[in-house]
């Protein structure tokens, strides 16, 4: 089966997953126009509150004058691993809604940027034909931009998720800021290391046409080398084969690092390839901090070998997307950015923060996670 094919067949999946969550409280998918009613949020130490009150906020806003569901697509670059939580936030808020449309994302890990770019690009089309009145997706990167934007020249108002499209002519980024995010990961790193200055091994990203990842990347290595140590970026090789070159590179900078190496931060769902590469070096209690919630990651730092790691909220990526939708429709993008505005950082950006994770809570975020039934 072709790349695309997988993906629509994740699609009729999701689809199917969409249409079987009918809302409390709603009609059973007739089109009548009913007040929304949201699951309970979590009790819990990592309940995000803030976030939790803004989308209530947002969706009085919406009950004032409630309108029939609307049609909308959530297009993301894979529907599992760090994606799984996205997938069960967009369908339950999809459910909620009583809206009809697809959750869309390969079964497979994204490979080869080009050739995604171009499948997801043709993707927006299909959904626009089969009449998406409203997008969420999570770009591959700036030749999407072109297609993001057709689709608001139809009068499509698009939402990115993950990671942004800043030079498109989406209404809303809802995510981590990523040059914050990195920063955040240097810090909690910082309070592991030594207070003599040393080398950091960064799992990161320098290549330019990901923005949001060279700005996390940057992010950390501007705090690191501000407390004065220095920093070396392994550029993060995504596919499976790439295991092993991503910690024979990292192994060897251990080795021979001058000043020695004193830690090791990842900044992506594969991190947990820096405590693999730290035993390969036989320095295997440097601190290392990751980010997201990895099974692998999770061992880890169970083991004691990774010191904490940033969760970047997917599940409410996914879950806030659709109620955005929504509000756009229904209020209109002023009024729904002025529901948002306590996590608005500008007029185009809602920022969910991160959750730090220490080692020693590991388990109870996990129980966090399952009692959105949204673990990764």
């Known amino acids: 089966m072709t790349s695309a094919g997988q993906r629509w067949l994740a699609a009729f999946g999701l689809a199917l997953m969409t249409a079987a969550c009918a809302p409390v409280g709603t009609s059973d998918g007739g089109g009548d126009a009913s007040p929304i009613i949201r699951r309970p949020a979590a009790e819990n130490e990592?309940?995000?509150?803030?976030?939790?009150?803004?989308?209530?906020?947002?969706?009085?806003?919406?009950?004032?004058?409630p309108s029939e569901p609307m049609q909308m697509?959530?297009?993301?670059?894979?529907?599992?691993?760090?994606?799984?939580?996205?997938?069960?936030?967009?369908?339950?808020?999809?459910?909620?809604?009583?809206?009809?449309?697809?959750?869309?994302?390969?079964?497979?890990?994204?490979g080869d940027q080009e050739r995604d770019m171009e499948l997801q690009?043709?993707?927006?089309?299909?959904?626009?034909?089969?009449?998406?009145?409203?997008?969420?997706?999570?770009?591959?990167?700036?030749?999407?931009?072109?297609?993001?934007?057709?689709?608001?020249?139809?009068?499509?108002?698009?939402?990115?998720?993950?990671?942004?499209?800043?030079t498109s002519k989406r209404s809303?980024?809802?995510?981590?800021?990523?040059?914050?995010?990195?920063?955040?990961?240097?810090?909690?790193?910082?309070?592991?290391?030594?207070?003599?200055?040393?080398?950091?091994?960064?799992?990161?990203?320098?290549?330019p046409t990901w923005v949001d990842g060279v700005n996390r990347t940057q992010g950390a290595q501007d705090v690191l080398e501000a407390a004065g140590y220095k920093t070396v970026v392994r550029q993060a090789t995504w596919s499976d084969e790439g295991e092993a070159e991503d910690v024979e590179?990292?192994?060897?900078?251990?080795?021979?690092?001058?000043?020695?190496?004193?830690?090791l931060i990842g900044l992506f769902d594969i991190a947990f390839r820096c405590a693999i590469a730290a035993e390969a070096a036989g320095k295997p209690g440097l601190p290392v901090v990751t980010f997201d919630f990895h099974p692998r990651?999770?061992?880890?730092?169970?083991?004691?070998?990774?010191?904490?790691?940033?969760?970047?909220?997917?599940?409410?990526?996914?879950?806030?997307?659709?109620?955005?939708?929504?509000?756009?429709?229904?209020?209109?993008l002023?009024?729904?950015?002025?529901?948002?505005?306590?996590?608005?950082?500008?007029?185009?950006?809602?920022?969910l923060g991160l959750d730090v994770v220490p080692a020693h809570k590991v388990d109870a975020y996990n129980d966090?996670?399952?009692i959105l039934d949204a673990r990764q």
């Open 172 to 207: 809303i980024y809802v995510g981590t800021l990523s040059q914050s995010a990195g920063a955040k990961a240097g810090e909690t790193l910082l309070a592991a290391l030594p207070s003599t200055t040393g080398t950091v091994v960064i799992h990161g990203n320098a290549d």
């Open 249 to 263: 590179w990292m192994k060897t900078q251990l080795e021979t690092a001058d000043p020695p190496a004193v830690g």
């Open 46 to 65: 990592f309940t995000p509150v803030e976030i939790e009150e803004t989308i209530d906020k947002l969706v009085a806003e919406i009950n004032k004058k």
């Open 121 to 166: 690009n043709r993707e927006i089309e299909q959904v626009l034909m089969d009449g998406a009145e409203a997008i969420g997706i999570t770009p591959f990167g700036e030749a999407n931009a072109a297609a993001i934007d057709a689709a608001v020249a139809k009068g499509v108002h698009v939402v990115t998720l993950d990671s942004d499209l800043a």
């Open 334 to 351: 002023d009024a729904t950015r002025g529901a948002l505005a306590p996590r608005m950082v500008d007029d185009s950006r809602f920022d």
């Open 297 to 332: 990651t999770v061992d880890y730092m169970r083991e004691g070998r990774i010191k904490a790691t940033l969760i970047q909220r997917q599940y409410y990526q996914g879950y806030l997307v659709p109620y955005i939708l929504q509000g756009i429709k229904n209020i209109g």
């Open 368 to 370: 966090f996670l399952a």
């Open 73 to 110: 697509a959530v297009l993301l670059k894979a529907a599992t691993g760090f994606f799984a939580p996205i997938v069960k936030g967009a369908t339950r808020a999809m459910g909620e809604l009583d809206a009809t449309g697809n959750v869309l994302g390969s079964p497979e890990p994204p």
